[in-house]
Structure formats: C-alpha cells, structure tokens
C-alpha cells in the first residue's frame, strides 16, 4: 500500500533503500497501525496455507521448486551420484580422446619442465604444446 510513498522518498532505481526505509517506518509503527496490516497478513497466509493442502492433496509436491533451484544452483546432481549412476546402468566408458591420451603420455615430461604438478598449469602448457604439433605429430594419439 505504501511502497509508492516509499519510492518517491527513496528515490527511484532503489529497491534496496525502498526496503530498508519500509522497515524503518514499520518499527517506528505503533501496534495498533501495525494491526491492520497483521490482519490482512493473517488471511493471506490461511488463503496459502488452504492452497497449499488442496495442491498437496492433488499429487504436488511441497516445496518442490526450492529443491530444484537449490539443485540448479548446485548444478544438480553430485559428480560422484553421476558416476554412481553411469557404471550402474552398465553404460560402457568412453574412450579418451587423442589430446588426453597425449597428456597422459607426457605428463612427467610437463611436471619437471613446468616445475609444478598443478593440473591448471599443467593443462596450459599440454594445450599450447598441442596446439602447436602437426596433424602427422598427432596422429599416433588419435
């Protein structure tokens, strides 16, 4: 009801400041103008709360878009339940491919030339080795 009144004090482009001077003046609110909007806040959460069993009682499941933007935020399933999963289904591995066949090979040479058993610079100076043969050179990894 108030948030016009709020944004022209606050100054337009602010939600933030919106809302921190929305609970300012809530706080400074005696309890009985805060009882109207308690009240309203009340058959709100009642009306919610009646949706909610008719939508649960349909076959919904509470809670259901919190798990999944929790677990697109995760980016879903763990690393190790995948894996889990793949060697389950008796799904056959895939073949590495010629450039990690390479760096297999040549890992040692690239630690002691490096310096560094780290994978980043590891994987930067493969690449850029890589990158830089031939296609007759990469032919026995592919």
């Known amino acids: 009801e108030n948030r016009a009144d709020l944004t ?8 933030a400041l919106v809302a921190k ?7 400074a609110m005696s309890d009985v103008a805060k ?25 919904g499941v509470k809670g ?12 879903g399933e763990s690393k190790k339940a995948k894996k889990d999963a793949r060697a389950a289904s008796g799904q056959p591995k895939r073949p ?3 450039y990690w066949l390479y760096v297999t090979e040549k ?7 490096a310096g560094s058993k780290k994978g980043p610079v590891i ?18 990894y592919e």
């Not at 259901?64 to 980016?75: F, I, L, N, Q, V």
């Not at 994987?123 to 026995?140: C, E, R, Y």
């Open 64 to 75: 259901k878009r919190k798990a999944e933007k929790a677990a697109k935020k995760t980016g």
């Open 96 to 98: 590495p491919s010629g």
């Open 35 to 59: 009882k109207p909007f308690e009240a309203k806040a009340a058959v709100a959460k009642q009306e919610y709360e009646k949706k909610m069993a008719e939508f649960v009682a349909a076959g």
């Open 21 to 27: 001077l929305g609970g300012q003046k809530w706080k």
């Open 8 to 15: 022209k004090e606050a100054g337009p482009g602010s939600v």
């Open 123 to 140: 994987a930067k100076m493969a690449g850029a080795k890589w990158k830089a043969m031939s296609d007759a050179q990469k032919k026995p």
């Open 107 to 113: 890992r040692e040479s690239f630690e002691k030339e």
